[in-house]
């Protein structure tokens, strides 16, 4: 069988990474997420300043640090699901000179449901699993299903910087999405109902 190579787009808190991580256990793919790699390299020292400067804020890494990131791990997949990029317009460009894709996913939810999606979030400090308070509860509090690693609340996910990061999706990603959209290739999902009922539905795009 072929290697996939899927995109995932969607808004903050769509459930990318929820669904990225169900879609390479069963494809088998390799999971390639720029705000994962961020987040362990926050206080790296770039020309730019580190990249926890813009992620606490809520704003984009510049492009030249988050396009390094891409390069090097598209090099080493073969089948991945890329999340979290590209999120302007220049990266979409960058994006499509380095390589192709098969699938490109828009996880649609409505706005009031992703702040309390992103509000609610807990992730595991080690493992990088993605939690809910109340929609996707460990079976114990604060604990790691897959680890036993600690769950933490992310310094972005409170709610001004929830507010801000939405809006520079809307200013910055929106446009991809239409870019995406205006190519004829992109296929959009909802991204409501439960998360095995979303990846369902995904399923049935990677494998039609
Ligand atoms: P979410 O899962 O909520 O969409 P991410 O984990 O993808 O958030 O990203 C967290 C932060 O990392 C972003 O707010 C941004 O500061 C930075 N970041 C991640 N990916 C990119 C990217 N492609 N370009 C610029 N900044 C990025
Ligand atoms: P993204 O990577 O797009 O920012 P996440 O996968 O981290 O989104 O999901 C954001 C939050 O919403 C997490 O707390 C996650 O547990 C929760 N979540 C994910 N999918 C769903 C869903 N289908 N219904 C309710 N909550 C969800
Ligand atoms: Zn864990």
Redesign the pocket.
Known sequence: MADHRILLLGP??AG??TQAKRLTAEYDLDHIT??DA?RQNKDMETEYGTPGE??DA????PDPV?NEIVVAALEEADGFVLD????NLD?AEFLSEETDLDHVVFLDVPEQELVDR?TGRRVCDDCGANYHVEFDRPEEEGVCDECGGELIQRE?DTEDTVRE?LRVYRENTEPVVEHYRDEGVLVEVSGEGTPDEVFGRLRDVVEN
């Open positions: 903050p808190g990318k990474g720029t705000g961020l813009y992620m809520g704003e984009l890494v988050v979290g990029y590209p999120r990266q992103l972005d990061r």
